[in-house]
């Protein structure tokens, strides 16, 4: 019986021991497979986390990247002059394009200046053709030249043919008297200097030589405006509301002129509408039919007293004094070349730009030369004799010459600023690459249409007047500015 009880035990013993051991083996598994699960289930978190965080963030510099580049195309644009929006092609886009704030001038001469602003572009990566338009457009706002317009050869025609019959208005025909009124600014930018002279001692001088220059039988005038006040604010009114006459029409009185040009000394602002109107009043007296009246107005800056002086000018066009209208810019910047050339074309007269007294003698010079004309018209000479041509040949040749050497100071200005963009790496070499090719293009361009206008010229000069101003008004288009 305890052998039988003893077996017993030692069974019971073994099957407790296996049944612990089986279930600490299901343990382990349940325990490993909770465990993988749990990693699994972690890892695909992570995964989802990951993804979750990541697109958001790609989102952003993509938008980052995309407002910076369309911030730097404004920021490009803004560099670019208004209504500069394409390139010149024709001969007229060319010498009406407004000149660039540095022209004139060869890049060594201004380079710091120049720096500064190019220091401003921005570095657009990979530009297409439009930017490279872009960045092409803002470089022309610096240097684009101020070519000469063929109208200048046309004035000079209409010069040397100053009073033939033959001339389809009456204005540039003789008549029984010859009047000039000289309408001179005096305003404080008159005694900016001029070469070795002010502005206004300049002026003064040439006048001096031009009214002594001329026949005994012609009549000159002086008017002046600017003259008071000075050019503070509190001063306007005053300056705005004057102009004086300092020498009446009359013939050359040294004595009398020399005391006129002593009165006054540049001062205050420039009311050039009211100093027309008033000119016109001056030569009320001498109407169009029996006088021939020219009216000269210099001036270096633009109206600034409120008065609309091109509307001035249209005015005289039409009144029966019927003046010529001859507008001298003195050293004036583009936005007063700019009105002066509409007050000229407003009255159907021309405009001039010089810089120094030198070449405002020679241009009151050629206004002598027309009144020897015409008082040798007055003694009965042939018109025959008086109407031998300047010799508009080398006049020709001359505004040839001076369109190629504009254009080569041009492409000179564009390729030094090229080099600076590229030596301080302001742009890319590609970009810069590109510019060089559309500078390369449209150098030659410039140079084809400049001798396309001399050739078009020399073939005026062989007509006589009105051929040659029929040729200008029905086939310059044709054959100039639509190439």
């Given at each position: 019986m305890n052998r039988q009880v003893k077996k017993g035990q030692m069974l019971i013993a073994i099957l407790l021991a296996c049944f612990i051991s089986l279930s600490a083996c299901s343990g382990e598994e349940q325990s490993t497979s909770t465990d993988s699960s749990e990693t699994s289930l972690q890892s695909t978190d992570m995964e989802q986390a990951k993804t979750a965080d990541s697109n958001p963030a790609e989102e952003t510099i993509s938008k980052q990247t995309a407002t910076?580049?369309?911030?730097?195309?404004?920021?490009?644009?803004?560099?670019?002059?208004?209504?500069?929006?394409?390139?010149?092609?024709?001969?007229?886009?060319?010498?009406?394009?407004?000149?660039?704030?540095?022209?004139?001038?060869?890049?060594?001469?201004?380079?710091?200046?120049?720096?500064?602003?190019?220091?401003?572009?921005?570095?657009?990566?990979?530009?297409?053709?439009?930017?490279?338009?872009?960045?092409?457009?803002?470089?022309?706002?610096?240097?684009?030249?101020?070519?000469?317009?063929?109208?200048?050869?046309?004035?000079?025609?209409?010069?040397?043919?100053?009073?033939?019959?033959?001339?389809?208005?009456?204005?540039?025909?003789?008549?029984?008297?010859?009047?000039?009124?000289?309408?001179?600014?005096?305003s404080g930018s008159m005694g900016n200097m001029a070469g070795g002279k002010t502005r206004m001692e300049a002026a003064k001088e040439a006048i001096r030589s031009f009214a002594a220059s001329l026949p005994a039988d012609a009549r000159v005038g002086l008017r002046v405006y600017g003259h008071e006040g000075t050019g503070s604010e509190a001063d306007k009114a005053l300056s705005c509301s004057k102009s004086d006459v300092m020498y009446p029409l009359q013939a050359y009185d040294q004595q009398k002129l020399d005391s006129a040009l002593a009165q006054f000394k540049p001062a205050g602002w420039t009311p050039i509408a009211l100093a027309l109107e008033q000119a016109q009043k001056d030569l009320q007296s001498y109407k169009g039919e029996q006088n021939t009246n020219i009216i000269y107005l210099v001036s270096d800056g633009i109206e600034t007293c409120g008065g609309d002086p091109v509307e001035v000018a249209k005015q005289l066009a039409d009144s029966d004094v019927t003046p010529i209208v001859n507008v001298v810019g003195f050293g004036a910047d583009g936005e007063a070349q700019r009105q002066l050339k509409q007050v000229a074309d407003a009255a159907g007269g021309r405009y001039v730009l010089i810089q120094d007294q030198q070449e405002l003698k020679k241009e009151f010079e050629q206004a002598s030369k027309i009144?020897?004309?015409?008082?040798?018209?007055?003694?009965?000479?042939?018109?025959?004799?008086?109407?031998?041509?300047?010799?508009?040949?080398?006049?020709?040749?001359?505004?040839?010459?001076?369109?190629?050497?504009?254009?080569?100071?041009?492409?000179?200005?564009?390729?030094?600023?090229?080099?600076?963009?590229?030596?301080?790496?302001?742009?890319?070499?590609?970009?810069?690459?590109?510019?060089?090719?559309?500078?390369?293009?449209?150098?030659?361009?410039?140079?084809?249409?400049?001798?396309?206008?001399?050739?078009?010229?020399?073939?005026?000069?062989?007509?006589?007047?009105?051929?040659?101003?029929?040729?200008?008004?029905?086939?310059?288009?044709?054959?100039?500015?639509?190439?």
């Open positions: 910076s580049r369309e911030e730097q195309i404004e920021a490009l644009k803004a560099l670019i002059p208004d209504g500069l929006t394409k390139r010149p092609e024709t001969a007229e886009e060319f010498y009406n394009l407004p000149p660039g704030r540095f022209s004139g001038v060869s890049y060594g001469k201004q380079d710091e200046e120049i720096e500064k602003v190019l220091q401003q572009f921005p570095n657009i990566e990979n530009p297409d053709p439009e930017i490279i338009k872009l960045y092409y457009l803002a470089l022309l706002g610096l240097f684009a030249e101020d070519y000469p317009e063929p109208e200048e050869i046309i004035n000079r025609i209409k010069l040397a043919s100053f009073g033939s019959p033959e001339m389809d208005d009456p204005r540039f025909q003789f008549k029984e008297q010859y009047n000039v009124m000289i309408v001179l600014d005096a009144a020897r004309k015409w008082i040798e018209w007055k003694r009965g000479a042939t018109y025959d004799a008086l109407s031998e041509k300047l010799s508009q040949g080398v006049e020709i040749s001359v505004y040839g010459s001076t369109w190629q050497r504009m254009s080569v100071r041009e492409s000179y200005n564009f390729l030094s600023a090229f080099y600076e963009l590229e030596r301080r790496k302001i742009l890319d070499k590609s970009t810069i690459t590109k510019l060089k090719e559309l500078e390369k293009i449209q150098s030659k361009l410039i140079k084809q249409r400049g001798n396309e206008l001399k050739t078009f010229l020399e073939k005026l000069n062989a007509k006589t007047y009105k051929e040659a101003i029929d040729a200008i008004n029905q086939q310059y288009s044709e054959n100039v500015k639509r190439k």
